[in-house]
């Protein structure tokens, strides 16, 4: 039974893309099969124009649920210091060192590079799954619902973390959630069902373009999602004031409910 079907997706550099559906989409197949894992039947996955079976190894990374099924080393160093070896077996330790500081830092990794990987909370134990996959690196990073056990407060963090890193390193970054917070970040929003495609567009599009029969209902609640809190109080303010405000974060809509006001008075 094919699980994707004439699926047409494209990601640029320096984009987040937050791939949404419900349970059962093919949202876990696609990006797998995006890493390579599965065989297609038909078309092709390319990076830059290299089909992905041809690209030097750890282009294309995942991190996995739980982010500790992935690891192999027992501490920090030694998780990186096994990637820093397989790309350069000549290392000498003073560089070890220095590679395994330098990836740890650029993930805002802050512990003690001794520290044992069972000691890492969940938010570490990401970062620490980022580390290795910039170490190894990778120009693509998939997470699959990997921020689902996460706080609210390391969430945001890992969000704005992901935002820089995309910018400053050129990178890809997929994010598969059920979470509409994520969505809010992203430069792109993927909605999957029955593994086709139903809508590939910008969060704005998503959070406020309007469908349906009388042509009222956002495709976020129309495709049954949710909205977060900004969207829905920027929803509420629209409908009872006549205003047609598009935040995207809480500092859009106070920065916009100020204007408002200012116009008001
Ligand atoms: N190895 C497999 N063999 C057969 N069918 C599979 C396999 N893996 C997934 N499927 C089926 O493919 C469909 C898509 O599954 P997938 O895991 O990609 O969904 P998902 O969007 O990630 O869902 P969820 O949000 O629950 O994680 C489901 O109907 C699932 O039963
Ligand atoms: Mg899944």
Redesign the pocket.
């Known amino acids: 039974?094919p699980?994707l079907n004439h699926i047409s997706l494209a990601f640029d550099k320096r984009e987040i893309v937050a791939l949404v559906?419900?349970?059962?989409?093919?949202?876990?197949?696609?990006v797998?099969a995006i890493l390579g894992l599965y065989p297609l039947t038909e078309g092709c996955i390319t990076f830059d124009g290299t089909p992905i079976h041809e690209l030097p190894p750890g282009k294309i990374q995942m991190v996995f649920q739980p982010p500790s099924a992935q690891l192999i080393g027992q501490t920090v160093f030694e998780e990186l210091a096994l990637t820093a070896l397989q790309r350069d077996p000549a290392i000498t330790r003073a560089q070890l060192d220095a590679f395994v500081q330098h990836y740890a830092d650029m993930a805002q990794l802050t512990v003690p590079i001794e520290t044992s990987v069972y000691e890492l909370s969940g938010g570490q134990l990401q970062r620490l799954c980022i580390a290795q996959a910039l170490a190894s690196d990778a120009k693509v990073l998939l997470f699959?619902?990997s921020f689902a056990p996460l706080d609210a407060g390391a969430r945001t963090a890992l969000r704005k973390q992901l935002r820089e890193l995309a910018d400053r390193h050129a990178l890809t970054i997929v994010l598969?959630t059920?979470d509409m917070e994520d969505v809010l970040i992203a430069d792109k929003v993927v909605i999957?069902d029955s593994?086709e495609v139903r809508l590939a567009t910008d969060p704005q599009t998503f959070f406020y373009g309007e469908c349906g029969e009388n042509g009222q209902t956002p495709f976020c609640a129309a495709r049954g999602f949710r909205p977060p809190y900004v969207v829905e109080a920027a929803l509420a303010a629209n409908r009872r004031f006549g205003l047609s405000i598009r935040p995207l974060s809480e500092e859009e809509l106070a920065e916009e409910l100020l204007h408002v006001h200012a116009l008001v008075h």
């Open positions: 039974m699980i559906g419900h349970n059962g989409a093919g949202k876990t197949t696609l797998r699959d619902e598969i059920h999957l593994g």
